[in-house]
């Protein structure tokens, strides 16, 4: 069985940081794209962050030059570093990822073939 799980989520405050994983299990995703997006009470999910087979990496603009994503291929993880934080950044976080390799991700939450559980990020003002 195929499961992408998160963890990393928490309460932090305005101009804090945080760094969330997305390890997954049942198969490997070294050549595949991944996504992080987000939901937040009310609003559609939105796309924040995606990292292509080949490492390309590409962001929301609301998110451009604070967040970070990366991927450890021996750990099968990847991640998102999420510095200078805002209250609008308040939201359920998810993993995602493409289940076909070599290809690049969107950012377009249908595209998404395998999802997280999601972990919960509050930022506090």
């Known amino acids: 069985q195929v499961q992408l799980v998160e963890s990393g989520g928490g309460l932090v405050q305005a101009g804090g940081s945080l760094r969330l994983s997305c390890a997954g299990a049942g198969r490997t995703f070294s050549r595949h794209a991944r996504g992080w997006f987000r939901q937040a009470p009310g609003k559609e999910r939105e796309f924040v962050a995606g990292?292509?087979?080949?490492?390309?990496?590409y962001y929301a603009d609301s998110v451009k030059g604070r967040f970070t994503i990366s991927r450890d291929n021996a750990k099968n993880t990847v991640y998102v570093q999420m510095n200078s934080l805002k209250p609008e950044d308040t939201a359920v976080y998810y993993c995602?990822?493409?289940?076909?390799?070599?290809?690049?991700?969107?950012?377009?939450?249908?595209?998404?073939?395998?999802w997280g559980q999601g972990t919960q990020v509050t930022v506090s003002s």
């Open positions: 990292i292509n087979w080949n490492d390309s990496t």
């Open positions: 995602a990822a493409v289940a076909l390799p070599g290809l690049d991700g969107t950012m377009v939450p249908d595209e998404y073939d395998y």
